[in-house]
């Protein structure tokens, strides 16, 4: 791929960032619309959460294969497509009319994220081929998540309260047109095609049986506690097992085939990297859930308006990104211990959250409270990255890579299922009269022992002896 001077590549990066950009506003703008969601298509505690962890499930199950698309059919040609089916998808979520509608089509647009978002990473590899460049280029691109992180947050609360002649809600969802059809044509004007490698093998097996072990396992847990836990819940999850099992026979005979699997089960072979798999496991589940939770106890417990609510995260956005700096300098010299700091930085701000999350609780309080979990989870969210893959050898660097993205997105549907669960669980309890104080109470204290579990996993990890991965 050739570029015509330096500001030339500056300008197609912004293009190309226009994937991270829409992919995490997209999470933060939902979190803020789930009243209004629940209230316009009239949707369960459960449909709800199957609405958030769809998303998660349809991107974890393609992350691998988006990213393998680019190479086989070329980066550009990916890119954009996956950019109109994410904009199609994100339309049909705007105008659904029932829960099982816009569940449906919240998966596919996590389909499409699968086939958008790993190009962006690509592309920084190959416009930018000086170290520096390149460095820059990456830190650009964390900067947008942070960006994108701030503005879902203020954007969906302000839509959500804002009354056209369309509900809030579905604006959410539609804004993505117009963000959406102007990528397009940058895609199309500015970015030129990278060379394809026909070689590049695809597992179509292997993501299919993912998806269907991905899917019988959240499924049952997000509905079947409004079913009732019927039988069919209980027969689903048990079936999940033997799925669970067969995708990993599957991906090992694949290899002994000599053939390109889903997932190089050799990884597994590592110990540090399962205790660092285990440890993302575990942080994004509490991560992902805690967004969900406290966004709805702000709004339907303690009844601030969803622009309100979405104000309450700008000083989380602004430490997450400050910090997050910090410990890409700190983790050369002090290692893991960073990530120690912050999880115990995370650990005061639940505990203070325990206590005091109450009715009648001041703004304050809310905004310095939910910023120093950004700051504690700044220290440690972009770092495991670097302390699950250092004992990579370099051969496997880019297949860890997408391992670890989707073992992130597993774990946050998975979070969704389990510890959001437990919110919606707790207010079941009481369905005329429900405590949500007791629900965010009793999910945050799991959330808490995921905490001592990642530190636990953190501590049995050794120590950084030379520059991170």
């Not at 997450?320 to 650990?347: E, N, T, Y």
């Not at 325990?354 to 979990?373: A, D, K």
């Not at 389990?418 to 919606?424: C, K, M, N, P, V």
Request: aromatic share 14%; charged share 10%; glycine share 8%.
């Amino acid at each position: 791929m050739k570029t015509k001077n330096m500001n030339q590549k500056w300008f197609v990066l912004a293009v190309v960032l226009t994937a991270p950009l829409l992919y995490v506003i997209d999470i933060f703008i939902i979190n803020m619309a789930i009243p209004g969601i629940k209230n316009g298509v009239h949707a369960s505690n459960g449909d709800v959460q199957l609405m958030i962890a769809g998303y998660l499930l349809g991107s974890a199950s393609f992350l691998i294969t988006g990213g393998r698309a680019g190479d086989y059919f070329g980066r550009k040609k990916v890119f954009f497509w996956g950019m109109f089916y994410f904009t199609l998808t994100s339309c049909l979520c705007g105008l659904s009319q029932t829960p099982f509608q816009l569940n449906i089509t919240r998966f596919f647009q996590g389909v499409s994220s699968a086939f958008m978002a790993p190009q962006s990473l690509a592309f920084i590899q190959i416009l930018f081929s000086n170290e520096k460049e390149r460095a820059t280029a990456v830190g650009w691109y964390g900067i947008t998540l942070s960006i994108a992180a701030i503005i879902g947050q203020i954007l969906g609360g302000y839509l959500v309260d804002t009354h056209f002649w369309i509900a809030g809600w579905r604006l959410v969802f539609l804004i993505n047109l117009p963000i959406g059809t102007i990528s397009l044509l940058a895609i199309w004007k500015f970015l030129e095609e990278t060379e394809k490698d026909s070689k590049a093998a695809f597992d179509y097996q292997g993501s299919i049986i993912l998806t269907i072990a991905l899917a019988t396992t959240i499924y049952p847990l997000t509905q079947g506690r409004d079913l009732g836990w019927p039988l069919s819940s209980l027969v689903m999850l048990t079936l999940s097992i033997f799925v669970w099992v067969y995708f990993v026979l599957n991906q090992r005979q694949k290899l002994q085939r000599n053939k390109v699997p889903l997932i190089d089960l050799t990884l597994f072979q590592i110990k540090d990297f399962n205790i660092g798999m285990l440890a993302v496991l575990f942080h994004f589940m509490l991560h992902t859930s805690y967004l969900l939770i406290s966004a709805v106890y702000l709004q339907s417990g303690l009844g601030y308006s969803a622009l309100n609510c979405g104000l309450f995260f700008i000083l989380h956005a602004l430490l997450f990104m400050a910090s997050s700096f910090f410990a890409s300098l700190l983790i050369v010299r002090f290692g893991k211990w960073v990530l120690q700091v912050g999880l115990v930085l995370i650990l005061i701000s639940f505990l203070l959250q325990l206590r005091f999350f109450e009715p009648h609780v001041s703004w304050i309080t809310i905004n310095l409270l939910i910023g120093l979990y950004g700051l504690g989870n700044g220290l440690v969210l972009p770092s495991l990255l670097t302390i699950g893959l250092k004992s990579i050898p370099t051969k496997f660097s880019g297949v860890a890579a997408g391992v670890f993205s989707t073992f992130q997105q597993t774990a946050s549907a998975l979070g969704i299922s389990l510890l959001a669960g437990i919110f919606y669980q707790v207010l079941a309890f009481n369905k005329a009269h429900p405590d949500y104080k007791k629900a965010f109470d009793y999910s945050l204290s799991g959330s808490i022992a995921f905490l001592f579990i990642v530190s636990l996993m953190l501590f049995l990890l050794p120590k950084i002896t030379s520059k991170p991965y």
